[in-house]
C-alpha cells in the first residue's frame, strides 16, 4: 500500500499535531521519527509524518535532513509534500523555515508554496500577514521570551522574506473569505508575478478549510498544522481515500509520568495543578552543569515513589530563572544539557516499568523519543486541541503523549491518563 499524504515536521511535538489533525478527518496516520529507516513497516497508514529535530539545528544540516525525507515520503508514494512548522513561526533570523522551504521546492520543481501557520483552535490566527497568539502579537505574546526561538516581529511576510531568497507576498482574509476558488486565483496571481510564497490569513477554521482546498494541486504546501484541515477530502474527492477512520486509544499498561522541559507559560501552569496532588522532583540547572549525578537523583527518587500514582519530573521555570540560566551556560548548551537529562531519566522510568508517558515541551519531546529509541507512533485520539495519545511501533511498546509546551488545557496531565483508563 502507498500513502497519499507525506509530511515533513520540524520538531516531534509539531508532527504529532498535525497527525493529530489529519486523525481528526479521518485518515489513518504513522508519525516517523527522524529520517526514515527502508525497513520500516508503515501498516495501513494513508498518511505519515516525518518527524525531525531541525527547528534549532544548524541551516545546512535542517535543509539536508529536510530533503531526506521528503526523498523518502515520495518513494513511499506521497503525492504531495507538506512542510510542518510551528504555530507560532519558531525560528531564528537565519532560518530554518526559509531555507528549508527553499530547498523544498528546488526539489519538488515547484514554484509557489503558501505559507500558514494559523490553528485557530488553538488560538494561532493570522490576518494581514500578522500572527496572534489568543489575541495578542506574536511579538508581545510570551513567545517573546521563548528559551532558543525568541519571536520578536509579527509579520510573516517579513519573517519569510528574511529567511528566503525567494519572493514573498499575502493572501488577505477577505479573499480566503470568498472560498477556494478565489483563493486558489490569488495564489496563482502571485505566482504569475514571480512571487513563490503567499503568506495566507486565516482567522478561523472556515479560511483554513477553504486553503486546503485551494492547494489540493500543489505540490508542496508549507504551515502549522491546521493548514492541513482540508486536504484529507481533496483525496477523497479525487477518489483516492475512503470514508474517515476513528482512532483507538492505546492500550498500555504500566507506570504513569510526566516529564516536562517546556518553559511555556501553559506548561508552567499544568505543573502547578498537579503539584501537592502527585509527586514533583524538579531538575535544577546548576547542578546539571556542574556534573553532579542528577540523572541518578533523579531515578532514585523515582524508585522510591508509589507505583500505583502518575509522578512528575520537570526542569521548567520562570522566564527570570531560565534567563539567569542561559547567562551562566549559553542559550544552547543550557537547552541541551537539560535535555540530555531528561533522555537519560526517560530512559531509566522505561527500564523501571513507565508505560504511559507525556512529554511536554517540543525539544524535550524530541530529546526523550531519541533516547527512547522510539521510531514510529500510531496516532490515536485527541487529549485537547493538537495533542493525541500516541502508541510506540516498536518493543517496548509505550503510551505516549508529546505535547508542545503551550499546548493543552491546565488539567492536561490528569485528563490524558484518565483516557486511558
Ligand atoms: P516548548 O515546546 O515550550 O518550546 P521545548 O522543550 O521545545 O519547549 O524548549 C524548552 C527548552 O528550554 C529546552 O531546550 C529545555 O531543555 C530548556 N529548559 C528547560 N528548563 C530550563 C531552565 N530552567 N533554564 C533554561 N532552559 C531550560
Given at each position: 500500500m502507498t500513502i497519499l499524504l507525506g509530511a515533513v515536521a520540524d520538531d516531534s511535538t509539531g508532527a504529532t499535531g498535525l497527525a493529530n489533525t489529519l486523525v481528526g478527518r479521518g485518515m489513518r496516520c504513522v508519525q516517523v521519527i527522524g529520517v526514515p529507516q527502508d525497513d520500516l513497516d508503515l501498516g495501513d497508514a494513508e498518511a505519515v509524518v516525518v518527524a525531525l529535530k531541525s527547528r534549532t539545528a544548524p541551516v545546512a544540516e535542517a535543509v539536508a535532513e529536510s530533503l531526506a525525507a521528503a526523498r523518502w515520503l515520495r518513494a513511499q508514494g506521497a503525492r504531495q509534500i507538506f512542510f510542518k512548522y510551528c504555530s507560532t513561526f519558531d525560528s531564528t533570523a537565519k532560518g530554518n523555515i526559509g531555507p528549508v522551504a527553499d530547498a523544498l521546492q528546488s526539489e519538488l520543481e515547484s514554484d509557489f508554496a503558501l505559507v500558514c501557520p494559523a490553528f485557530p483552535a488553538a488560538g494561532r490566527q493570522v490576518f494581514q500577514g500578522h500572527l496572534f497568539v489568543v489575541g495578542e502579537l506574536l511579538s508581545d505574546s510570551p513567545m517573546k521570551d521563548h528559551p532558543l526561538t525568541p519571536m520578536r516581529d509579527s509579520s510573516l511576510v517579513r519573517l519569510m522574506q528574511a529567511q528566503s531568497t525567494r519572493r514573498v507576498g499575502l493572501v488577505p482574509q477577505n479573499v480566503v473569505a470568498q472560498g477556494p476558488e478565489a483563493t486558489r486565483a490569488a495564489f496563482e496571481a502571485l505566482r504569475d508575478r514571480g512571487v513563490a510564497y503567499g503568506v495566507v490569513d486565516a482567522i478561523c477554521d472556515a479560511d483554513l478549510e477553504a486553503i486546503g482546498r485551494a492547494a489540493a494541486e500543489q505540490a508542496l504546501i508549507t504551515g502549522g498544522?491546521?493548514?492541513?484541515?482540508?486536504?484529507p477530502d481533496n483525496f477523497r474527492r479525487a477518489g483516492l481515500l475512503g470514508a474517515p477512520t476513528v482512532p483507538e486509544a492505546p492500550r498500555v499498561e504500566g507506570r504513569a509520568a510526566v516529564i516536562a522541559g517546556s518553559c511555556s507559560v501553559a506548561t508552567r501552569g499544568q505543573i502547578a495543578e498537579v503539584q501537592g496532588r502527585w509527586p514533583c522532583h524538579k531538575l535544577d540547572a546548576h547542578r546539571i552543569a556542574a556534573g553532579e549525578a542528577v540523572v541518578e537523583a533523579a531515578l532514585d527518587w523515582f524508585a522510591a515513589q508509589d507505583p500505583a500514582k502518575p509522578l512528575l519530573v520537570y526542569a521548567s521555570s520562570d522566564p527570570g530563572e531560565v534567563a539567569e540560566v542561559q547567562a551562566a551556560y549559553g542559550r544552547d548548551r543550557a537547552g541541551e544539557m537539560i535535555e540530555t537529562a531528561f533522555g537519560r531519566i526517560a530512559q531509566g522510568m522505561v527500564e523501571a516499568g513507565v508505560r504511559r508517558l507525556i512529554v511536554a515541551g517540543g525539544e524535550t519531546s524530541g530529546a526523550v523519543v531519541a533516547a527512547l529509541g522510539v521510531r514510529a507512533l500510531r496516532i490515536g485520539p485527541?487529549?485537547?486541541?493538537g495533542v493525541p495519545w500516541t502508541e510506540s511501533?516498536?518493543?517496548?511498546?509505550l503510551a505516549l503523549a508529546l505535547k508542545?509546551?503551550?499546548?493543552?488545557?491546565?488539567d492536561f496531565f490528569s485528563k490524558a491518563f484518565g483516557l486511558l483508563g
Amino acid at each position: 500500500m502507498t500513502i497519499l499524504l507525506g509530511a515533513v515536521a520540524d520538531d516531534s511535538t509539531g508532527a504529532t499535531g498535525l497527525a493529530n489533525t489529519l486523525v481528526g478527518r479521518g485518515m489513518r496516520c504513522v508519525q516517523v521519527i527522524g529520517v526514515p529507516q527502508d525497513d520500516l513497516d508503515l501498516g495501513d497508514a494513508e498518511a505519515v509524518v516525518v518527524a525531525l529535530k531541525s527547528r534549532t539545528a544548524p541551516v545546512a544540516e535542517a535543509v539536508a535532513e529536510s530533503l531526506a525525507a521528503a526523498r523518502w515520503l515520495r518513494a513511499q508514494g506521497a503525492r504531495q509534500i507538506f512542510f510542518k512548522y510551528c504555530s507560532t513561526f519558531d525560528s531564528t533570523a537565519k532560518g530554518n523555515i526559509g531555507p528549508v522551504a527553499d530547498a523544498l521546492q528546488s526539489e519538488l520543481e515547484s514554484d509557489f508554496a503558501l505559507v500558514c501557520p494559523a490553528f485557530p483552535a488553538a488560538g494561532r490566527q493570522v490576518f494581514q500577514g500578522h500572527l496572534f497568539v489568543v489575541g495578542e502579537l506574536l511579538s508581545d505574546s510570551p513567545m517573546k521570551d521563548h528559551p532558543l526561538t525568541p519571536m520578536r516581529d509579527s509579520s510573516l511576510v517579513r519573517l519569510m522574506q528574511a529567511q528566503s531568497t525567494r519572493r514573498v507576498g499575502l493572501v488577505p482574509q477577505n479573499v480566503v473569505a470568498q472560498g477556494p476558488e478565489a483563493t486558489r486565483a490569488a495564489f496563482e496571481a502571485l505566482r504569475d508575478r514571480g512571487v513563490a510564497y503567499g503568506v495566507v490569513d486565516a482567522i478561523c477554521d472556515a479560511d483554513l478549510e477553504a486553503i486546503g482546498r485551494a492547494a489540493a494541486e500543489q505540490a508542496l504546501i508549507t504551515g502549522g498544522s491546521g493548514v492541513a484541515l482540508g486536504l484529507p477530502d481533496n483525496f477523497r474527492r479525487a477518489g483516492l481515500l475512503g470514508a474517515p477512520t476513528v482512532p483507538e486509544a492505546p492500550r498500555v499498561e504500566g507506570r504513569a509520568a510526566v516529564i516536562a522541559g517546556s518553559c511555556s507559560v501553559a506548561t508552567r501552569g499544568q505543573i502547578a495543578e498537579v503539584q501537592g496532588r502527585w509527586p514533583c522532583h524538579k531538575l535544577d540547572a546548576h547542578r546539571i552543569a556542574a556534573g553532579e549525578a542528577v540523572v541518578e537523583a533523579a531515578l532514585d527518587w523515582f524508585a522510591a515513589q508509589d507505583p500505583a500514582k502518575p509522578l512528575l519530573v520537570y526542569a521548567s521555570s520562570d522566564p527570570g530563572e531560565v534567563a539567569e540560566v542561559q547567562a551562566a551556560y549559553g542559550r544552547d548548551r543550557a537547552g541541551e544539557m537539560i535535555e540530555t537529562a531528561f533522555g537519560r531519566i526517560a530512559q531509566g522510568m522505561v527500564e523501571a516499568g513507565v508505560r504511559r508517558l507525556i512529554v511536554a515541551g517540543g525539544e524535550t519531546s524530541g530529546a526523550v523519543v531519541a533516547a527512547l529509541g522510539v521510531r514510529a507512533l500510531r496516532i490515536g485520539p485527541e487529549i485537547d486541541p493538537g495533542v493525541p495519545w500516541t502508541e510506540s511501533l516498536g518493543a517496548p511498546r509505550l503510551a505516549l503523549a508529546l505535547k508542545s509546551g503551550n499546548f493543552g488545557a491546565a488539567d492536561f496531565f490528569s485528563k490524558a491518563f484518565g483516557l486511558l483508563g
